[in-house]
């Protein structure tokens, strides 16, 4: 019954590999995100979609590609990955309400490139 | 942008003592202000929110200030117990779009010694 759901939880690749992340959520939210939580434990906003569609994308490599297929799931695809790219990376949905709603995030999958 | 700082970035206390943090943020324009609480290994969950109408709000143990003229809001954690410790993220949202973004504080990590 989890809210925000996403794997792989761990993962551990060699520099110049594509990796991808997967990200579901069965809350009925219309709005996803990804977040990038580096080693000093800063979070910020990678990408944000509504019913399918790129609405926030934070100047972020195009070695990133987000994929939505439907509302519920958000992925992640990640080429070329690069020794910066390790962190732990956040999946997370909401409501779509210009009042601010509850964000929920997932567990988080922590990307360690060697 | 949004600019968002957090301190302390460490708090030590001791159970039963009450634990104070502090937030400022650049925007004017932000309206929504929540908190989230992020455990060893998990992803951060929301503990308390407020909003721009609203100068105060409290959750038993947890309470929150906003002072919108100072561009400043406080998490107050009273009694505090071993379980509260944690890293703590402050964040503002410019909700009007329809869109949320949150941008986070630095974080404070709590820990509460028995």
């Known amino acids: 019954d989890t809210a925000v759901s996403q794997t792989p939880k761990y993962l551990v690749t060699q520099m110049g590999n594509d990796k991808s992340i997967k990200c579901e959520q069965n809350l009925g939210h219309d709005t996803m995100y990804w977040y990038k939580q580096d080693s000093k434990k800063f979070l910020k906003i990678m990408f944000s979609?509504?019913?399918?569609?790129?609405?926030i994308n934070e100047t972020v490599p195009n070695r990133f590609s987000p994929k939505s297929p439907d509302k519920a799931h958000l992925n992640l695809h990640i080429n070329s990955l690069e020794l910066g790219d390790s962190a732990v990376y956040f999946c997370?949905?909401?409501?779509?309400?210009?009042?601010?709603?509850?964000?929920?995030f997932g567990e988080g999958s922590w990307l360690t490139v060697v | 942008g949004e600019n968002v700082e957090q301190h302390p970035s460490t708090l030590s206390v001791q159970e039963g003592d009450s634990a104070v943090i502090k937030c400022t943020y650049s925007?004017?324009?932000?309206?929504?202000f929540p908190w989230y609480k992020q455990e060893l290994g998990k992803g951060p969950q929301l503990i308390i929110d407020i909003r721009s109408n609203v100068g105060e709000k409290k959750d038993q143990r947890i309470a929150v200030t906003l002072n919108k003229t100072a561009k400043h809001f406080s998490l107050h954690i009273t009694e505090t117990q071993p379980e509260d410790s944690a890293v703590y993220f402050c964040a503002a949202s410019i909700g009007n779009t329809g869109f949320q973004k949150l941008v986070f504080g630095t974080g404070t990590r709590l820990l509460v010694s028995p």
């Open positions: 979609y509504n019913n399918k569609e790129l609405i």
């Open positions: 997370a949905s909401s409501l779509t309400d210009s009042s601010g709603n509850t964000i929920y």
């Open positions: 925007d004017s324009a932000s309206n929504y």
